[in-house]
């Protein structure tokens, strides 16, 4: 959410960021008529229980006939003023839920990913002396993977990890998980599931799509979180936190289930866009300052190319333009991962500065000298399964194996992934 504030001394601002944004600014428009209506009706508000009060004020000993009378007109008054403003809340709440947080000035100005912008490129492509295959048909080859028997039990867009490769799903998993807890980072396995009114203060959707957004289960108020940012960024509703604590910093693991909506036709091979799928990710909390919450974001991409350096994947980190922005969030880097078996780079992590968007419908909050003021808050991917099949894909031979990074040999207790014989 915004601070009502900015909408209020600075509109151009949020009006330059809608349009950069691709939103419609009509959405603005009618948050500031209604707040303006919003001013009035309180200015009406305190008006009459100033009255109120100077009647009761004027009241020796028992009051008059007329006084009582006036002390009902006053109150009948009053009531109806404050359902006019509840009314005019709600009214105003449902354009300010849809304004987006402000993009940082140094943000690539685009419509969609496409006007995404490549900062850095890092290592060099795999050279094969034939041609490589995808993660599917290699997957399938070894009977590591299975998107067959997953579209016969559950439908499209799912997949099974068998075998070595289920233990190389949970080697990479863990592998990254420890790395944060050596970093000083929290663990978690938070729940996989969040009430409604949890789920709209994470900032992503109105109230309107909640149960439409996102996998569900509406008899129980309950939905299936998208990433585990979901459920660990909410941890701290409702609470001041000590500024000596900050930043805190969590590393968590846990399924994640996504719709895919809007993707019909897109990515159906394979286990690229799946509906759920493994991740490990980074959440930190750290002190209302741009500055220090900026570093901690380009902290955590540090930390998401030392693990693809260490896995040696070739990848680039893409700044994304306003057009590619999430709600929430003030700034995000991609990581994209070379993938030679599609002849392309596709997404494998994003790091973002979401500031104190989401903090405000949370009501996170730290005190410093004395005054309860909004915290900043950061998500980044460390790995999902797409680094996976990632590793399939890179590490490839020609007879079908595949070499197992070095640095996750302790984890899966073999260094290939052979043909049966």
């Given at each position: 959410?915004?601070?009502?504030?900015?909408?209020?001394?600075?509109?151009?601002?949020?009006?330059?960021?809608?349009?950069?944004?691709?939103?419609?600014?009509s959405i603005l428009e009618k948050a500031i008529t209604l707040d303006k209506k919003y001013l009035e009706i309180i200015?009406?508000?305190?008006?009459?229980?100033?009255?109120?009060?100077?009647?009761?004020?004027?009241?020796?000993?028992?009051?008059?006939?007329?006084?009582?009378?006036?002390?009902k007109v006053l109150k009948d008054q009053i009531k109806i003023v404050e359902e006019k403003l509840l009314k005019n809340n709600a009214e105003k709440f449902v354009y300010l839920e849809q304004i987006p947080n402000i993009p940082a000035n140094d943000v690539p100005v685009g419509k969609d990913e496409s006007d995404n912008v490549v900062i850095k490129t890092v290592g060099e492509k795999p050279v094969?002396?034939?041609?490589?295959?995808?993660?599917?048909?290699?997957?399938?080859?070894?009977?590591?993977?299975d998107v067959k028997k997953a579209a016969e039990v559950s439908g499209?867009?799912?997949?099974?990890?068998k075998g070595q490769g289920a233990v190389l799903e949970m080697s990479l998993m863990f592998y990254a998980f420890q790395k944060l807890v050596a970093k000083g980072f929290v663990g978690m396995i938070p729940p996989t599931m969040v009430n409604a009114l949890t789920e709209w203060k994470c900032g992503y959707t109105s109230n309107k799509n909640l149960f439409g957004a996102y996998y569900s289960s509406p008899e129980d108020n309950l939905i299936f979180i998208s990433s585990s940012e979901h459920s660990v960024v909410p941890y701290?509703?409702?609470?001041?936190?000590?500024?000596?604590?900050?930043?805190?910093?969590?590393?968590?693991?846990?399924?994640?289930?996504?719709?895919?909506?809007?993707?019909?036709?897109?990515?159906?091979?394979?286990?690229?866009?799946?509906?759920?799928?493994?991740?490990?990710?980074?959440?930190?909390?750290t002190l209302p300052d741009l500055k220090i919450s900026d570093a901690a974001c380009l902290e955590m991409l540090a930390i998401e190319e030392e693990i693809m350096q260490e896995l040696g994947l070739h990848y680039q980190v893409v700044q994304n333009c306003t057009g590619d922005l999430p709600q929430p969030n003030r700034r995000m880097y991609d990581t994209n991962t070379?993938?030679?078996?599609?002849n392309?780079?596709?997404?494998?992590?994003?790091?973002?500065?979401?500031?104190?968007?989401?903090?405000?419908?949370?009501?996170?909050?730290?005190?410093?000298?004395?005054q309860n003021t909004y915290v900043h808050i950061l998500n980044a991917t460390v790995v999902t399964d797409r680094v996976l099949l990632a590793i399939l894909e890179n590490f490839q031979t020609k007879d079908g194996s595949i070499n197992i990074p070095e640095v996750l040999w302790p984890f899966t207790g073999f260094k290939v992934i052979s043909p049966k014989l």
């Open positions: 959410m915004i601070d009502i504030n900015l909408l209020r001394e600075n509109p151009e601002t949020i009006k330059k960021a809608l349009q950069n944004r691709q939103k419609d600014i200015g009406e508000l305190e008006a009459l229980r100033a009255k109120q009060n100077q009647l009761s004020k004027s009241f020796k000993g028992t009051p008059t006939s007329d006084q009582i009378s006036e002390g094969f002396d034939f041609t490589p295959k995808d993660h599917i048909d290699l997957g399938e080859a070894l009977d590591i993977l499209s867009r799912f997949g099974y990890f701290h509703m409702d609470e001041v936190l000590n500024s000596k604590d900050l930043p805190i910093k969590y590393v968590n693991y846990s399924p994640c289930f996504r719709r895919e909506a809007g993707t019909y036709g897109k990515d159906m091979k394979g286990m690229l866009r799946v509906h759920n799928f493994n991740k490990v990710e980074m959440n930190i909390f070379w993938f030679p078996g599609q392309a780079f596709r997404e494998t992590q994003s790091c973002s500065n979401c500031s104190d968007y989401q903090a405000r419908r949370l009501n996170t909050k730290v005190k410093i000298d004395g």
